[in-house]
């Protein structure tokens, strides 16, 4: 794979529910080292729809996501260990498969052995990861259940960049952290993921957070990518699409936001 092939590529991909598609002909691009990709749009819109699709927890009725140019849904069970390694999805409600009574520190540490195991060692450690999502090393030694939803969110985030991902799909991530907080954050974040080369994909409803890490974002709206392009460009209508109603719409709703944009 060339350095500039996408590691995740949606193509012509539509998926849903029951039989029932909720997004159609979706195209989306992830290339490792580029800058990371916004998804916006309206509550139940199919954003997370497309990040599960995109994974391959959801299966595209039609057209394809593929990792590394190979079909996702087709994945052998030794390319799916691989792939959960590389491409790293953290949800709003976060610490999936985590245990709760370990400490931040064995949490970490664990992520880390996996890492390596994996192939995926980033030379970071536990101190490393802890500061790239802005927790201080006094969380090292609390249990995983003490710390605040923003907190759990925080350490979400630091044991999927443990693995040094090709790809990470951030569906909301930030929601409970409070807004002071979050800037710092998405900062680290920022300089980590570059550092790491890693594709970012964020999805999410916080149009300021979405404007400080995504040079681009798409907004979903009927099931399909209708307009694309800078945040501020899409909110202020000069960008492709971007005179669709939805488009609008948001704008509307978010008017602090596109005043700060125009
Ligand atoms: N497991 C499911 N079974 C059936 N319908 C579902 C399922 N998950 C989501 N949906 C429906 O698919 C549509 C898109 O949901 P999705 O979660 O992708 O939207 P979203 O844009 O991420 O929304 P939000 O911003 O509120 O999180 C919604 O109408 C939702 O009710």
New binding site residues.
């Given amino acids: 794979m060339s350095p500039t092939d996408p590691v995740l590529r949606a193509t012509g991909l539509s998926a849903?529910?029951?039989g029932a598609d909720?997004?159609r002909d979706i195209d989306l691009d992830l290339v490792a080292g580029s800058a990371p990709v916004g998804v916006v749009?309206?509550?139940?819109?199919?954003?997370?729809?497309?990040v599960?699709a995109l994974v391959g927890v959801v299966r595209p009725t039609r057209g394809h996501a593929t990792y590394a140019g190979r079909t996702v849904s087709k994945l052998s069970r030794r390319d799916k260990k691989t792939f959960r390694a590389e491409v790293r999805r953290v949800a709003?409600d976060g610490l999936v498969g985590v245990d709760p009574r370990w400490t931040v520190d064995r949490t970490l540490s664990a992520a880390l052995t996996e890492a390596r195991k994996a192939g995926r060692a980033s030379g970071r450690s536990v101190a490393g990861l802890l500061a790239d999502v802005a927790l201080e090393p006094r969380y090292a030694p609390r249990t995983v259940h003490s710390l605040s939803g923003g907190e759990k969110q925080r350490l979400a985030l630091a044991v999927a960049l443990a693995t040094r991902p090709r790809a990470l799909l951030l569906?909301?991530p930030l929601t409970a952290v409070d807004p002071a907080m979050r800037g710092d954050v998405v900062r680290r974040l920022h300089d980590a993921t570059r550092e790491l080369g890693t594709a970012v994909l964020l999805?999410s409803?916080d149009l300021e957070l979405v404007e400080r890490l995504c040079p681009t974002v798409h907004v979903?709206a009927d099931g399909t990518f209708v307009s694309s392009g800078p945040l501020r460009e899409v909110l202020a209508g000069s960008a492709a699409g971007s005179d669709h109603p939805s488009v609008r719409a948001l704008a509307q709703a978010a008017p602090l936001a596109a005043q700060r944009f125009r």
């Fill in positions: 849903g529910y029951g909720v997004v749009g309206e509550s139940g819109a199919g954003k997370s729809t497309i599960r709003q569906d909301e999805v409803h979903l």
